[in-house]
Nanobody, 122 residues
Framework: QVQLVESGGGLVQAGGSLRLSCAAS????????MGWFRQAPGKEREFVGT????????LYADSVKGRFTVSRDNAKNTVYLQMNSLKPEDTAVYYC???????????????WGQGTQVTVSS
C-alpha cells in the first residue's frame, strides 16, 4: 500500500512557474513508475508526464513537452513536476499516481493522491 500526497499547487499568472511535489509513505517509490495527470472541470483525467523507477527515462504529453519536467528523488520518496511557461489551459487539479510501469494511461496506475489545484490566470 502506498499513500501519496501532492502539494505545491496554487494561483499563478500566465507565463509563471510552479513546482508540484508528491510525497509517498507506506512503501518505497523506487518500486514504481510514477505519473502525473490532470483533470479540468468537465473533462476527463488526462496524462501529463511519467518517469520510470530509477528516473532515467521520462515521457510527456505533447501539450506540456518542453514546458514541464518530471523528476524524482527516491531517497526522499518524492516525485516532482516542474511547470514552466504556464498557460490558462493548464488550469486543472493535478494528481500523482504510482504503478508498475511508466505508461500514459490512467488505468495503469494503482495508487493516487488526492490532487492539488493549479490555476493559471491570463
Amino acid at each position: 500500500q502506498v499513500q501519496l500526497v501532492e502539494s505545491g499547487g496554487g494561483l499563478v499568472q500566465a507565463g509563471g512557474s510552479l513546482r508540484l511535489s508528491c510525497a509517498a509513505s507506506g512503501r518505497t517509490l523506487s518500486s514504481y513508475g510514477m505519473g502525473w495527470f490532470r483533470q479540468a472541470p468537465g473533462k476527463e483525467r488526462e496524462f501529463v508526464g511519467t518517469i520510470e523507477r530509477s528516473g532515467g527515462t521520462t515521457l510527456y504529453a505533447d501539450s506540456v513537452k518542453g514546458r514541464f519536467t518530471v523528476s524524482r528523488d527516491n531517497a526522499k520518496n518524492t516525485v516532482y513536476l516542474q511547470m514552466n511557461s504556464l498557460k490558462p489551459e493548464d488550469t486543472a487539479v493535478y494528481y500523482c499516481a504510482a504503478g508498475p510501469y511508466m505508461v500514459p494511461i490512467v488505468s495503469a496506475y494503482k495508487y493516487w493522491g488526492q490532487g492539488t489545484q493549479v490555476t493559471v490566470s491570463s
